[in-house]
């Protein structure tokens, strides 16, 4: 590539990962990366970025226009805008799925369903209100209490063969509801399928499902079997992106190209 | 970097004004307290105010002063005193962060007001339930703690349309506070002076009504911001002169403003209408991240509530009945539904943005559907928040930021 392409990067700063996506100008993602977003968000913001340079074969100096999404949206150096994470996974699904769909996003700490129209305008969007039910930080409490490694869970759920329902609302009372059935001498394999099934159950509680689904987030991407409950649960096929964690990097990018001439 | 740029909305001369009538309302209170030279009666804030001023009482707010505790972010440290005593923190916020501060000793009242160390003590109690069945639970603690009688008017809720049995049963339970009123004030009831009151009381809400629809216009001149700051009079000065003086000051600065086109909010992009209650504690960080997003909201239920419009001097009784049955909040969804839809047209709005308070669900009208057929049948988008009027520890402020610049970029697409 010489200096004289165009390329674009998006940033994503999650309270849990950060990521970034650097594009051409025709649309095609050239370098991607994921890092933990730890506590400074303005370094893991560069980090990433230099990450997803180094995967392109480029330096900072070739970008021509950067855009910020996420919880730190705005404590990304080289972004000249921002634009919030509905937006911008609403951008980066559209970008792989040109149809009315409805986006169910589960990331870290929060959960959105996002609906748009054939023209990929926004018709409307729900996210988790403040309790983390549903979201990664809810898988991630109960791999702590059943000391099960986190990219296991996906595994052993596909194992179970009799799921274990959990009742509860709040990640707090699911995991005493955990240990409760761990000494009732359930199948852990059978909790975690349920632990999978709470999940999409909280998020299939913020709206309705109108359209076409497709589902995003750093969940979904390492848990492919989520995915396959959740086609069963609404009875029709869901539709991933290729990088569905990447989905709101994606979008930002997309965003910095159209924003590049203004 | 992509920064956040601070735009504040544009003062009201106006303010400093009501700055001086409220001070001096509460210092006159205070110095009842202190002499105990004029009986006090503490009344709900769409209550029967004017029975209670007709008849010589001076009149504390609590809501007013829940208000206070919340605008000055004490609430949520004196919300679990009155948690720990036994009043859920699931219930009203205003009747726990009032509670809880008196059990402290703790008043905003001192930091406003120097000289002033607490409320003012009540000689009588009177609520009217057509808000909430809290406020009941509310005076109820107070009447027990000061030893002073507690009346009340219940009001029917759900009403659909007001009828005259509404009315000729909220105007039977008014008369009958007459007596009562008259043992603990020692003064003879005099129709003429509540007449009188209330002919004041009908001018200040008719003036507060022009000014909140001043902004109907374009650009509006006034924001739902300013609006809960504006208020004050009319909750606690209606049926006085002052009230009145101060709402035409008050008017004729903003008809000025809609003369010269001054925006409140420069530029006005968007135009959203608030249902619900506000959130105190965050009156200014929600301003500012409306304002410099371009988007005025600039009207609302809750402001409006302090409109009377049946008031009525010939009639006083049945007029007021009429009055406060008549309020959004004692209202069947339907009739809200029909409400919300008139001040969408009416204000010209591009979105609604509801507030569901987790302790008010008398004022959260967004959990039986009401957005999603509003929505259908306006083709008017909106956006639910979460928050609470009082208890900031039901507060997220990052998801509320981020839920408003979505919704803010939603209206850009359109």
Known sequence: ??????????????????????????????????????????????????????????????????????????????????????????????????????????????????????????????????????????????????????????????????????????????????????????????????????VIKRVMEMDSLTEQVVMTGGVVAHNDYLVQMTSEMIERPVLVPEYPQLTGALGAALFAMEYSDK | MAEEKKVARKKIEATVQMNRYMSDYFYELNEADKSRSRKIAWCTSVGPAEILRAMGFLIHFPENHGAMLGATRMATDMIP?????????????????????????????????????????????VYNTNQCRDVQDWFAWYAAEFKVPLLGIHTHRGVKDVGDDHVASIASQMKALIPPLEAISGNKFDIDKLNHVLALSKECSGLWKKVLDTASAKPSPLTFFDGTIHMGPAVVLRGTQTAVDYYKQLLAELETRIHDRVAAVEPERFRLYWDGMPMWGRLRDHSELFSRAGVNVLASTYCNSWIFSAFDPEDPFNSMARAYTELFIVRADDAKEDYIRRMIEFFKVDGIIYHDAKTCPNNSNCRYGMPQRLEALTGIPSLTINGDLNDLRLVSDEQTKTNVEAFIEQLEER
């Not at chain 1, 609906?115 to 209100?129: V, W």
């Open chain 2, 81 to 125: 005193v009155a948690n720990a005593s036994g009043y859920s923190p699931e219930i009203c916020s205003y009747l726990t962060a009032d509670v809880g501060a008196y059990m402290k000793g703790i008043t905003p009242l001192s930091r406003a007001y120097p000289g002033i160390d607490r409320v003012p003590r009540p000689d009588v109690l």
């Open chain 1, 1 to 198: 590539m010489n200096a004289s392409q165009s390329v674009y990067a998006g940033i994503d700063v999650g309270a849990s990962r950060t990521k970034a996506i650097i594009i051409d100008a025709d649309r095609q993602i050239i370098g991607r990366a994921v890092i933990k977003s730890g506590t400074d968000f303005e370094e893991a913001s560069c980090r990433c970025l230099d990450q997803a340079l180094d995967m392109a074969g480029l330096t900072v100096a070739y970008i021509t226009n950067a855009m910020s999404t996420g919880y730190g949206r705005n404590n990304v150096a080289i972004a000249r805008d921002s634009k919030t994470e509905i937006s911008c996974h609403a951008r980066g699904c559209f970008h792989y799925f040109s149809h009315a769909i409805s986006i169910i996003d589960i990331g870290g700490q929060d959960n959105k369903i996002i609906k748009l129209d054939a023209s990929g305008k926004r018709l409307s969007f729900k996210m988790n209100r403040k309790c983390a039910a549903g979201t990664g930080a809810f898988l991630e409490e109960m791999s702590l209490r059943l000391d099960i490694p986190l990219e296991k869970l996906d595994g052993l759920a596909r194992q179970s063969q009799s799921m274990v329902e959990l009742g509860s609302f709040c990640t707090v009372f699911s995991a005493t509801e955990v240990l409760e059935k761990i000494r009732q001498g359930k199948n852990v394999s059978d909790i975690v399928k349920g632990l999978f099934h709470s």
